[in-house]
């Protein structure tokens, strides 16, 4: 006995895996001073998952699984039951109305969700989605307010209704249809553009305003600074690159 005292003397620890018999997926590494009491062990472990000290019983196994001992005198030191780094400390909780029980500490899908209807939702103060319509309401009021009624007008200047054309990003072809303000956008000059492929948006409505006719899909409202104007003749879709 004299022996097992002068062990755990000083300051020594040990890193115990620790399990629990309600929650499966709990399992965590944690280090124990030898001296600790096993009543304080308990307390340590409360904070961790929830079982309290009264309702739990503590086993220890070894690093093969073997069952060593049943910790069950609260007053000794946990360095009286010798563990070694690696072994593990099983949890048990006594009590069947734990709040560790029934496995919806670990299963959501047990856990009854709140829900609120998009009107009630709608007339509540404070939401994410007021706070988001906020910011976009004003940062586009502050983002239109920057742009005058003459925006682009000076690059307008050099294109023409049915200019041939290239547009950025993606080197898309087509021919200009339109050049000027479009009172359904924001201020500034605007290019509508009839792509040969159907790479646009529509048919040159724009926000129930037709600016020109294309086909579907083959129209679009762009800057003019996306629109370079020149000698761009539609791709032949069997033109292969190389030979």
């Known amino acids: 006995m ?17 399990t629990h ?3 499966k997926t709990f399992a965590a590494d944690v280090r124990f001073s030898l001296q600790m009491s096993v009543e304080s062990v308990k307390e340590k ?20 699984n073997n069952k060593l001992s049943l910790l069950n005198d609260n007053s ?17 909780d006594l009590d069947p109305s734990s709040v560790t029980s029934g496995g919806w500490l670990e299963d959501t899908s047990l856990v009854e969700k709140y829900s609120i209807s998009e009107e009630e939702y709608n007339k509540l103060d404070g ?20 742009i005058t009624d003459n ?19 993606g080197a898309k072809r087509g021919v200009v249809k339109y050049v000027g303000r479009a009172e359904s956008l924001p201020p ?12 646009g948006k529509h048919d ?29 003749p539609e791709r032949d879709p069997f033109e292969e690159d190389e030979i």
Not at 9 to 18: K, Y
Request: proline share 4%; with cysteine; glycine share 8%.
């Open 188 to 199: 500034g000059f605007w290019v509508g553009i009839q792509y040969d492929e159907p790479l």
């Open 204 to 232: 040159g409505i724009v926000k129930g305003i037709r600016y020109f006719n294309c086909p579907k899909l083959h129209g679009a409202m762009v800057r003019a600074d996306k629109v370079k104007v020149g000698d761009y």
């Open 76 to 92: 000794r030191p946990l360095g009286f039951y010798s563990p070694l780094d690696g072994y593990r400390l099983h949890v048990i």
């Open 21 to 23: 018999s309600n929650l």
């Open 127 to 146: 939401t994410f989605r007021k706070y988001k319509e906020k910011t976009i309401s004003q940062n586009s009021s502050a983002l239109e307010s920057k």
């Open 151 to 169: 925006y682009m007008e000076d690059l307008c200047a050099n294109i023409k209704v049915g200019d041939r054309c290239e547009v950025d990003p």
């Open 2 to 18: 004299a022996s097992g005292l002068q062990q755990i003397e000083g300051d020594e620890s040990v890193l115990l895996r620790v």
């Open 45 to 64: 472990l409360w904070r961790k998952c929830g079982t309290s000290v009264d309702s739990m019983s503590l086993q220890l196994y070894d690093d093969s």
